[in-house]
C-alpha cells in the first residue's frame, strides 16, 4: 500500500493568516493526491482533486500544489470556518489511502 | 445531488457481526459512475478505508478487514451494506458510507456517519 505521510499533525493560526500542510507519498503518485476538510462532528468535504484542481463551491483561497511524492495544501487569508481538520488521500492506486490529518486550530 | 443515509445498529456486542446499511437518494447503485463506499473513523482518529463495491458487484476490502468484511448492493432498494464479523472494542468508529467517482477518483458525496460502539 502506498503510504500518506502529513506534516505537521496539527497547526495554530490566526484569522487571515497564510498556512500550508504539506503530503508526502511513499512513492510516485503523478498528481493522484486530494484533500479534504472536515470539522468536528461532520463527514469530510473534498476541497481539492488533482493536486490542484478546486472541487465546485470551494473558495479560492484555497489552493493544492505538487507532483510525485510532495504535495502541499495552502490557505490564504483564514477564516473562522477554516480551523478544522484536513486530510490529504492518494488516488493513484487502490487502496487509496488517507494521510493521518491536520488539526487546523485557532491561535 | 447524491444524498447517503447510514442506518444501522449503534451497539454491537463483542465477537457478533456489524450490519450497516446505506440509502441512496438523488443516484442510483446501479450507476456506473461510482464505487459505493465505506469508510471508518475511531474516536478522535483518523479516516480508514473499509472497502468498496461496483455496480456490476466487484469489491475491494482491505487487506486488514478483508478476511471480516462484506459489502454487497441491493438495487432494488437503491441501497448498499457491510457487514463486519468478529467485532472487538477496536471496531468502535465512526462509520460513513460514500461514493467514489470511477472516472475521477474522489469521495464526492458522504452520509453523514453512524457512531458504532463495540460493547459488551
Known amino acids: 500500500d502506498i503510504q500518506m505521510t502529513q506534516s505537521p499533525s496539527s497547526l495554530s493560526a490566526s484569522v487571515g493568516d497564510r498556512v500550508t500542510i504539506t503530503c508526502r507519498a511513499s512513492q510516485t503518485i503523478s498528481t493522484s493526491l486530494n484533500w479534504y476538510q472536515q470539522r468536528p462532528g461532520k463527514a469530510p468535504e473534498l476541497l481539492i482533486y488533482a493536486a490542484s484542481s478546486l472541487q465546485s463551491g470551494v473558495p479560492s483561497r484555497f489552493s493544492g500544489s505538487g507532483s510525485g511524492t510532495d504535495f502541499t495544501l495552502t490557505i490564504n487569508s483564514l477564516q473562522p470556518e477554516d480551523f478544522a481538520t484536513y486530510y490529504c488521500q492518494q488516488s493513484y492506486s487502490p487502496l487509496y489511502t488517507f494521510g493521518q490529518g491536520t488539526k487546523l486550530e485557532i491561535k | 445531488q447524491v444524498q447517503l443515509q447510514e442506518s444501522g445498529p449503534g451497539l454491537v456486542k463483542p465477537s457478533q457481526t456489524l450490519s450497516l446499511t446505506c440509502t441512496v437518494s438523488?443516484?442510483?447503485?446501479?450507476?456506473?459512475?461510482?464505487?459505493w463506499s465505506w469508510i471508518r473513523q475511531p474516536p478522535g482518529k483518523g479516516l480508514e478505508w473499509i472497502g468498496y463495491?461496483?455496480?456490476?458487484?466487484?469489491?475491494y476490502y482491505n487487506p486488514s478487514l478483508k478476511s471480516r468484511v462484506a459489502i454487497s448492493v441491493d438495487t432494488s432498494k437503491n441501497q448498499f451494506s457491510l457487514k463486519l464479523s468478529s467485532v472487538t472494542a477496536a471496531d468502535t468508529a465512526v462509520y460513513y458510507c460514500?461514493?467514489?467517482?470511477?472516472?475521477?477518483?474522489?469521495?464526492?458525496?458522504w452520509g453523514q456517519g453512524a457512531l458504532v460502539t463495540v460493547s459488551s
Open positions: 460514500a461514493s467514489l467517482g470511477v472516472a475521477i477518483i474522489t469521495l464526492d458525496y
Open positions: 463495491i461496483y455496480y456490476s458487484g466487484s469489491t
Open positions: 438523488g443516484g442510483s447503485v446501479s450507476s456506473a459512475d461510482y464505487f
